[in-house]
């Protein structure tokens, strides 16, 4: 899943319903947390973008599922 929003706030692509989420991000830069999204446990990242063109935040979340799915891929890759 992802969002990016331009300084206003206004999305430019992905899904509008991770919005909520980038006020929950802390002081960090990125800032990455827990959460659920439609019903699935996620792990997030938001980070604000500042460039010569403007300012941007961009979210990405996947859920728990896929990411534990992932580290036991890498896992078995090391281990053969």
């Known amino acids: ?3 990016v929003q331009d300084q206003a706030g ?8 991770l919005a ?5 991000r802390g002081p960090s830069n990125p800032g990455f947390f827990d ?7 996620i ?8 460039g010569p063109d403007g ?10 599922h896929q990411r534990s799915a992932e580290v036991r891929e ?3 890759g090391i281990s053969m």
Request: glycine share 6%; no cysteine; proline share 7%.
């Open 74 to 76: 890498a896992i078995a």
């Open 35 to 41: 959460a659920t999204f439609k019903g699935q446990p």
């Open 10 to 17: 206004v999305g430019i692509s992905g899904d509008p319903a």
């Open 43 to 50: 792990r997030v990242a938001v980070y604000l973008y500042e």
């Open 20 to 24: 909520p989420l980038i006020s929950h």
């Open 55 to 64: 300012r941007a935040t961009i979210v990405v979340a996947e859920t728990l």
């Open 1 to 3: 899943y992802f969002l």
